[in-house]
């Protein structure tokens, strides 16, 4: 099942996908009481909002060997950690905008899990049950400034840095997100693609690893890392990130003040 957001008139609104069918969604999809109900009313300008809103985002770096090899850096032996603010997210086709002090930002493209209980200290054994389901993410960063300082805050943390959707399917089981085939091309030019069978560190690892320092709570995200392959955007461009089994999240690239 897929579950989103809409952008309408009132607001966003949840929705459910299933068989080709939107339905609006009864109840909470963080609760245990929610079920799909009636049909979607399409109204004009509708369009998929960010499926959901964190509390927080943590991120994983050099979770993929090769990504760590292509900028020169050693694989960490444990999770390495950052975070990205929940003012960085926007949804399918919504606009990355290039901020004025960067000259060299890049599309990272990755699987993101969606928690979808409130977890703490949780063994990797039990991990997978207090996921939702995933999503497709764009882990945008200014190569330049992430460089330059000591922490990645400010490189990763840019209005319109976290790129996420258009859906969260949930139902897969952990095996099947541990084989998926991950793919980010730029003005249809693949640039990134590998399988999350590649990862470093598993989810069900990651998750554990991320509770014994902090609760998670449900709406929470968790990039797990990028392949290799990450190069420059450009106004103009129009980036798409494809999972397998998860779905496409496209977006286009803007400079700061452009009229595009």
């Known amino acids: 099942m897929r579950i989103g957001r809409i952008e309408t008139a009132a607001g966003l609104e949840w929705v459910v996908a299933e068989d080709g069918v939107i339905?609006?969604?009864?109840?909470?999809?963080?609760?245990?009481?929610?079920v799909p109900g009636g049909l979607f009313n399409a109204e004009t300008g509708a369009r998929p909002g960010p499926p959901v809103t964190p509390s927080k985002i943590v991120c994983v770096g050099r979770n993929?060997?090769?990504?760590?090899?292509?900028?020169?850096?050693?694989?960490?032996?444990?999770?390495?950690?950052?975070?990205?603010?929940?003012?960085?997210?926007?949804?399918?086709?919504?606009e990355i905008v290039l901020p004025e002090l960067s000259d060299q930002v890049e599309?990272?493209?990755?699987?993101?899990?969606?928690?979808?209980?409130r977890c703490r200290g949780v063994s990797?054994?039990?991990?997978?049950?207090?996921?939702?389901?995933?999503?497709?993410?764009?882990?945008?960063?200014?190569?330049?400034?992430?460089?330059?300082?000591?922490?990645?805050?400010?490189?990763?943390?840019?209005?319109?840095?976290?790129p996420l959707g258009p859906w969260i399917v949930s139902g897969l089981s952990e095996e099947e997100v541990g084989d998926l085939g991950v793919r980010c091309t730029v003005n249809g030019d693949v640039r990134q693609q590998?399988?999350?069978?590649?990862?470093?560190f598993s989810p069900s690892v990651l998750i554990a690893y991320i509770t014994a320092v902090m609760t998670l709570e449900?709406?929470?995200?968790?990039?797990?890392?990028?392949?290799?392959?990450?190069?420059?955007?450009?106004?103009?461009?129009?980036?798409?990130?494809?999972?397998?089994?998860?779905?496409t999240l496209t977006n286009p690239v803007i400079a700061a003040n452009s009229e595009f």
């Open 194 to 200: 590998a399988r999350t069978s590649q990862m470093v």
């Open 124 to 162: 990797p054994d039990h991990a997978w049950r207090h996921v939702l389901g995933v999503t497709c993410a764009n882990d945008v960063t200014a190569r330049d400034l992430q460089r330059s300082d000591a922490q990645w805050t400010r490189g990763k943390g840019f209005d319109t840095f976290c």
């Open 218 to 247: 449900p709406g929470d995200l968790i990039l797990t890392g990028t392949p290799a392959g990450v190069s420059p955007l450009n106004p103009g461009d129009e980036v798409t990130v494809e999972i397998e089994r998860v779905g």
């Open 64 to 94: 993929y060997i090769a990504h760590a090899a292509e900028h020169g850096a050693d694989v960490p032996s444990e999770p390495l950690l950052f975070l990205k603010p929940p003012s960085a997210v926007i949804g399918y086709g919504e």
């Open 23 to 34: 339905r609006m969604l009864d109840g909470d999809p963080f609760s245990e009481e929610w």
């Open 107 to 117: 599309h990272e493209a990755e699987l993101a899990l969606v928690m979808g209980r």
